[in-house]
T-cell receptor
């Protein structure tokens, strides 16, 4: 079974530029998560989709961050404009929406550096 | 109330020793407590998880101890090996709502030295 795919793996941008990250979850997984992981900290949920609908975006800085999940499969996370404090690893995870199945499967992440 | 506290921040253990990581939570609505393991350059991966209706769960060298009244849980790694060197995250979540939600602790960096 293929895992969660993310691209790019690394991105370096100047502040005030825009950037986009892509995620392809495990086939058949209904739930998709985007997390921000700042160096030395635990993953912080930015947004959670169930199929193609948003179920939680309470911690997403909506003035600069946006995300969409096309046709309930792939997802993109965009930052525009980026700030220095956005430097972090952006993790995508997915999970099946099955009774008793709560494990989240993470991709390798995209490391963003904002200069 | 949504925070998950974790200690220690870092831990050095000799090969063959026991590694112990502790976590605490506030929200009594949490009903799912997973531990994730993360190696450098990789995403976290589920290691073991427990429900609050049991006080202990063991899988191989990994054991979760759960104290519901104290709202604390811990991970014990027996016979620690250099390959266990990684960052460990405890988490707490709710599964009885229309969607799962998990809050991660800040992580513990474990180094197992030969």
């Amino acid at each position: 079974e293929a895992g969660v795919a993310q691209s790019p793996r690394y991105k370096i941008i100047e502040k005030r530029q825009s950037v986009a990250f892509w995620c392809n979850p495990i086939s058949g997984h209904a739930t998709l998560y985007w997390y921000q992981q700042i160096l030395g900290q635990g993953p912080k949920l930015l947004i959670q989709f169930q199929n193609n609908g948003v179920v939680d975006d309470s911690q997403l800085p909506k003035d600069r961050f946006s995300a969409e999940r096309l046709k309930g499969v792939d997802s993109t996370l965009k930052i525009q404009p980026a700030k220095l404090e956005d430097s972090a690893v952006y993790l995508c995870a997915s999970s099946p929406r099955l009774a008793g199945a709560h494990e989240q499967f993470f991709g390798p992440g995209t490391r963003l550096t904002v200069l | 109330q949504q925070q998950v506290k974790q200690s220690p921040q870092s831990l050095i253990v000799q090969k063959g020793g026991i590694s112990i990581i502790n976590c605490a939570y506030e929200n009594t609505a949490f009903d799912y407590f997973p531990w994730y393991q993360q190696f450098p350059g990789k995403g976290p991966a589920l290691l073991i998880a427990i429900r609050p209706d049991v006080s202990e769960k063991k899988e191989g060298r990994f054991t979760i101890s759960f104290n519901k009244s104290a709202k604390q849980f811990s991970l014990h790694i027996m016979d620690s090996q250099p390959g266990d060197s990684a960052t460990y995250f405890c988490a707490a979540g709710t599964t009885k709502t229309s969607y799962d939600k998990v809050i991660f602790g800040p992580g513990t960096s474990l180094s197992v030295i030969p």
